[in-house]
């Protein structure tokens, strides 16, 4: 087994991990971190369960290399919470949306609408499915997903929303 | 009173903030890994497995194949166990299988130090196979001289009935009669939650632990049981939280390999962790049904006969079995009573994958059947549909013999209005009435029935407990299950106001645990929040009498004159606030006098179910060159009684219009012809709907409060599934005037039907 060591900062910590090469960056953060929001649903890139942010920018962390983290800037779910344990707004909108159902895509699901509200832009709402169309989903058919983050993008945007 | 509330689920928060522990986030990084090697042929015998080269690879720690394991078969099916042996499931695999059913079938497994040693293990087994012949569709497997797979089943017939009213051959030989006949087709679809199928088992004091991502918990503690061959209290079953499970998970999927394999190995903790691609195939799919359907009617549209015939491809194992097609055949039957009605149901094993429960059970198959037969009638006969519909369908007051069902309500045409509103029904009927040119719209409808529960087939009981804590909040614990659906939130919202205390001091644990929590049967047949209804409201009444009983001790009261409400424990004559529950809950067990721990704990049997009622209206628009529909507009109305929970009501139908959309337009597993092979085993191939495939999701209630419910709840888990596919193609033929008559509905057969009528 050849190893390799990462240096990279994960939910504002810095970190130097050990890894095996062929390691996909949800093994480290499940198995070496127990980030467990980090989910597997297909391995491959197909369900957007295990996304995080890498850099700001939202990648399937299984068909992503540990070793390429070297020197980025990781962010999971466990990373959203506020010092004291409050709850972020996209948070909290999908539980007042009832967004949340067997949770398994959740929070794949709100990494990517992290990276949409971080844009700081206003899209429209197909545009949003299209934005999202990366996760899957088999409880919700989507329409509180869309409704969560559609309302949370207006409300950072100063826009009414009903 | 919180139920009726849109209350926050229990587990929004842990869900995200990631901190909801599902299996896999619960195993130990010790664990040995299993990897299991599928067969690469449809049929045939596994004639040697050479393990050599596999054991010398280092980190390989042992090696089952087909010809180790014992020789107990096992049923798998999420069934209550019948103490009838007549009505117990077909026991019909072995742990691996040395008869090799379809491609893909179990026949050895790896257990290694890691993931990769255990896979470069199993590529290294060198498999012999005796190869035969074999079959992939249930009508060709009836034919005589047909690949055999199941010694005892002749003909490959699982299971044939037969549904008869009336005397259909004579009725058919009044003059004048109307003869309309048509074949539907339905596909494999598989489930798609999107945790796969993981469960781990190691061995303490005796016992085996399982830990899995399952529906049913006490179910497969006692299937384990059966396939190993020990004590059914050899082994405990814990059920974590489960991303989704639909039903795939409503059978014992890996749980008694990865039992048996833990044994195997000193008792060490084992995992076993699926794959997308074997979640497709290994599982278990939904039987892919074919309908022949003959109407005879007069002018008026009055159906004075109906013969049905059903061929439900089982797959290669038994799993839930006839009970799919048995219960499709049963639909059919009373959404329009017929005098002389005539069912043969055939439930057919074939060399494809196990089919086994999925959301629905049956009914979207018939659905799409029956109400896609229904719009061709109506159109035959020159009357509107949804007029047909409301002269034909099942009236008010319809009772079924069988189940004691009774329709109560008017609940089909009061959901039929809610649609027809939505859509825009009349002005759009007339609008799309004669089109031309390449784009054309369309507005469809479908109505359905759903039972509630599974009695009379089986049983259906459900115990509870709760124990009271000293601040007075109290732990709420059954054995029915949590998998997504909101069913702890919906639990947790019936024993606050069965007991009389505040929403929020109601801890419902989550976790089943077969040594610790009571039983229950699990999620399937939309059965919980009816059943556990009576088992929470029971058990509230016990502890409601034990604490009225000490609150009688504490503050002199007549029983008859106090009461528990919102926590607080209340003189009824004036409103007087006597004490807290906490107060009184603290007392009672440090008490030196009189000590106790206020707890309570029944089992309620129920022998009752429930008609629940909706539909779905859709508008599509087709691209006749393309060959593509896409859906405009979509909206689902149930009746489903009273509402415990307005907005997880809501987002549960959601899911299952989703899931209806994809049935109706997209998903199929397909098979290579030659080989048996699956095609599209992934979630890249297999087309599961993403956000952009759907148009914005509408949901209305009609709440009719069921009389035969403690809360006046009945079945909604299911029905969302079952009325979007015919809707939406009842919406293309009202755009294109072209049945289509095979789901889904995708360019490849709206291609050859518009071709065959002259579109194209």
């Not at chain 2, 012949?133 to 249930?138: G, H, S």
């Not at chain 2, 794959?275 to 290994?282: C, L």
């Not at chain 2, 004691?404 to 009349?426: H, M, P, R, T």
Request: a negative charge; aromatic letters at 8%; one cysteine or more.
């Amino acid at each position: 087994m050849q190893t390799a060591l990462v240096k990279c900062t994960i939910n504002g910590v810095p970190t130097e991990t050990v890894v095996d090469v062929r390691a996909s960056l949800t093994d480290m953060l499940r198995n070496d971190y127990r980030l467990t929001s980090v989910k597997k649903g297909c391995e491959v890139g197909e369900c957007g369960a295990c996304n995080v942010l890498i850099d700001g920018e939202c990648f399937n962390s299984c068909i992503y290399l540990a070793v390429w983290a070297d020197g980025k800037n990781i962010q999971t779910v466990e990373g959203l919470l506020g010092p004291n344990g409050e709850l972020s707004d996209i948070q909290q909108a999908f539980i007042d949306e009832a967004a949340v159902q067997c949770g398994f895509c959740t929070p794949g699901f709100l990494m990517t609408a992290v990276e949409i509200l971080e844009s700081k832009k206003l899209y429209t709402r197909d545009e949003l499915r299209k934005l999202l169309s990366g996760h899957l989903c088999r409880c919700t058919g989507y329409e509180n997903i869309l409704n969560a983050v559609e309302k949370t993008m207006k409300r950072r945007l100063g826009i009414p929303v009903e | 009173m919180v139920v009726g509330k849109s209350v926050k689920r229990v587990d929004a928060f842990d869900k995200v903030t990631g901190r909801a522990r599902y299996t896999d986030d619960m195993a130990d990084r010790s664990a040995y890994i299993v990897k299991i090697l599928h067969s690469t042929i449809a049929h045939g015998y596994v004639k040697s497995i050479d393990k050599t080269e596999a054991e010398k690879i280092d980190g390989v720690i042992y090696i089952a194949t087909c010809f180790d394991v014992p020789n107990l078969p096992f049923p798998t099916a999420g069934h209550p166990w019948s103490t009838d042996p007549h009505h117990q499931d077909i026991a019909d695999r072995l742990l691996l299988n040395r008869h090799v059913r379809y491609y893909g079938d179990d026949i050895a497994a790896v257990v290694a130090r890691d993931e990769v040693t255990a896979t470069r293990a199993v590529r290294a087994l060198k498999v012999e196979y005796e190869e035969l012949p074999f079959v992939l569709d249930p009508i060709q497997s009836m034919q005589d001289g047909a690949p055999q797979l199941h010694e005892e089943f002749q003909n490959n017939i699982l299971a044939h009935t037969r549904l008869s009213d009336g005397n259909y051959a004579e009725a058919i030989t009044e003059e004048g009669l109307i003869r309309i006949e048509g074949w539907y087709r339905t596909p494999t679809v598989q489930h798609c939650h999107i945790e796969n199928h993981i469960c781990f088992a190691s061995a303490e004091s005796g016992k085996i632990t399982v830990v899995s991502s399952t529906q049913i918990p006490h179910i497969v503690r006692r299937v384990v049981g059966q396939a190993l061959g020990i004590p059914w209290g050899n082994v405990r079953l814990i059920k974590p939280y489960i991303g989704g499970g639909f039903g795939n998970k409503q059978d014992a999927l890996y749980e008694p390999l990865c039992a048996y394999l833990c044994t195997k190995v000193g008792g060490r903790l084992v995992k076993l962790d699926v794959s997308r691609e074997e979640t497709f195939v290994s599982n278990r799919v939904r039987h892919a049904i074919q309908f022949h359907l003959i109407s005879w009617l007069r002018k008026d549209g009055s159906i004075v006969a109906r013969k049905a015939e059903c061929f439900s491809n089982q797959g290669a194992y038994a799993s839930h079995g006839h009970g799919i097609a048995a219960k499709g055949g049963g639909a059919i039957r009373q959404l329009y009573p017929t005098p002389n009605f005539e069912c043969d149901m055939y439930t057919v094993y074939t060399n494809t994958p196990a089919s086994g429960a999925m959301r629905g059970y049956g009914i979207p198959q018939a659905m799409f059947a029956l109400e896609s037969h229904t719009d061709d009638i109506a159109k035959q006969l020159g009357i509107e549909p949804i007029e047909y519909r409301r002269k034909y369908m099942m009236p008010v007051g319809y009772f079924d013999p069988f189940s004691k069902n009774v329709n109560y309500f008017d609940s089909l045409n009061q959901c039929i209005e809610k649609g027809k509103a939505y859509i825009d029904w009349d002005n759009k009927r007339k609008a799309y009435a004669n089109q031309t040119g390449d784009i054309r719209r369309g507005v469809g409808m479908a109505i359905f029935w759903y039972n509630t529960a599974v009695w009379p087939i089986s049983l259906e009981s459900c115990s509870c407990r709760m124990v009271l804590n000293q601040d007075g909040t109290l732990q709420l614990q059954l054995g029915e299950t949590e998998i997504g659906q909101g069913a702890d939130t919906a639990f947790s919202q019936m024993a606050a106001d069965a007991v009389g205390v505040p929403f929020e001091a109601v801890h419902i644990i989550s976790t089943q645990d077969t040594d610790i929590t009571p039983f229950g049967t699990g999620a399937y047949a939309s059965r919980q929040t009816y059943v556990a209804g009576f088992a929470i409201k029971q058990t509230a009444d016990i502890l409601r009498e034990k604490i009225l009983a000490y609150a009688h001790k504490l503050y002199r009261m007549p029983v008859a004159l106090i009461d528990l409400i919102g926590g607080n424990i209340i003189r009824k004559s004036d409103g007087q606030v006597l004490g807290t529950l906490g107060e009184l809950a603290t007392e009672a067990l440090y008490s030196l006098t009189d000590s106790i721990h206020l707890t309570a704990e029944s089992t309620y049997q129920i022998k009752s179910n429930a008609y629940s009622l909706g539909c779905c209206f859709a508008e599509v628009e087709v691209d006749i060159p393309l060959c593509k529909a896409k859906l405009l507009k979509i909206i689902n109305v149930h009746d489903c009684g009273t509402l415990i929970n307005p907005a997880l009501a809501e987002a549960q139908v959601h899911g299952g219009m989703s899931m209806g959309i994809g049935y109706g337009l997209s998903e199929q597993l397909l098979f290579d012809e030659r080989t048996g092979r699956p095609l599209n085993n992934n979630l890249l191939d297999y087309k599961l709907s993403t956000m952009m495939d759907h148009p914005d999701l509408k949901t209305e209630f009609v709440e009719n409060p069921e009389p035969t419910s403690a809360y006046g709840t009945k079945a909604l888990g299911e029905p969302p599934a079952t009325p979007c596919a015919p809707a939406i193609r009842n919406a293309i033929l009202q755009a294109t005037g072209v049945a289509i008559n095979q789901i889904p509905m995708n360019p490849h057969v709206l291609f050859a039907r518009f071709r065959e009528e002259g579109l194209l």
